[in-house]
């Protein structure tokens, strides 16, 4: 594997980043908080969707969220297949069956629904994800086309 330096030119990966984990860096952390007070100014992580090793301060700030979460949810997917974060409980699902059971409960009892109509953006992160009221009460769609959560305005 190669990367390009900061002059243009190929060089040979370092040992640091030849030993990273096949699971993405960005993966492994719980929150976006966790990652952001990590000590290492220098963090790697390894994109596995096009094998490219990217620092994650290099990341402009506005996009190291949606960095995260990719990376976050794709690991997921990789290990079980689905992965969906619901927003409002802080919870990842990593089942089919289960996010269609959450999505029921909340739809069977409005009390647990909160219902955020655009997202919510607080320092550019997403804080809370939009849901479409008509999608919401719409009867005829399915319950996790329903509960769909919109991550831009």
Request: proline share 3%; net charge positive; with cysteine.
């Amino acid at each position: 594997m190669q990367r390009k330096s900061a002059g243009g030119l190929s060089s040979k990966l370092t040992a640091s980043e030849r030993s990273l984990p096949s699971t993405p860096m960005c993966a492994g952390y719980e929150s976006v908080r966790l990652l952001l007070l990590s000590d290492s100014p220098n963090a790697l992580c390894y994109r596995l969707t096009d094998k490219k090793i990217v620092q994650f301060y290099s990341i402009s700030i506005g996009d190291r969220w949606e960095h995260i979460y990719r990376c976050r949810k794709g690991d997921l997917e990789r290990k079980n297949g689905f992965a969906e974060l619901y927003f409002q409980c802080d919870e990842w699902i990593t089942n089919g069956t289960g996010w269609f059971k959450h999505c029921q409960r909340h739809l069977t009892d409005l009390e647990t629904l909160l219902v955020q109509c655009n997202p919510l953006v607080f320092r550019r992160t997403l804080t809370n994800a939009g849901q479409c009221l008509f999608y919401l009460f719409d009867l005829k769609l399915s319950l996790t086309k329903r509960f769909h959560q919109f991550f831009i305005k």
